[in-house]
């Protein structure tokens, strides 16, 4: 029973800091509860997607993240861009 207790505080804790993340608080919950520790630790060192930088397709205008080298949308080669635009958070979207 206590390794149940054990569990559910593992699954909160990386709940906890993937909502501060900006990501789903369930999702993470299951992550933490079925790899206590690791799932954690995951959460903690999962990226901000909020502070993630982004850039614009030239091909389609699309908006995909700075670290992308292929177009989601329209599957075009993406060069390393001349200015990235700012985080979705800052831009107030
Ligand atoms: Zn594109």
Not at 47 to 63: K, S, Y
Not at 83 to 93: C, K, N, S, T, W
Request: with cysteine; aromatic share 12%.
């Amino acid at each position: 029973m206590e390794f149940f207790v054990l569990l559910f505080f593992f699954g909160l804790s990386a709940g906890t800091v993937g909502k501060i993340k900006g990501s789903s608080f369930v999702i993470w919950f299951l992550i933490g509860f079925s790899l206590p520790a690791v799932g954690t630790l995951a959460a903690v060192l999962h990226r901000r997607e909020r502070t993630v930088l982004r850039r614009r397709c030239e091909h389609c205008d699309n908006v995909v993240p700075l670290t992308d080298q292929v177009c989601m949308r329209c599957g075009g080669d993406l060069d390393f861009p001349d200015e990235a635009l700012a985080p979705r958070g800052a831009a107030g979207f």
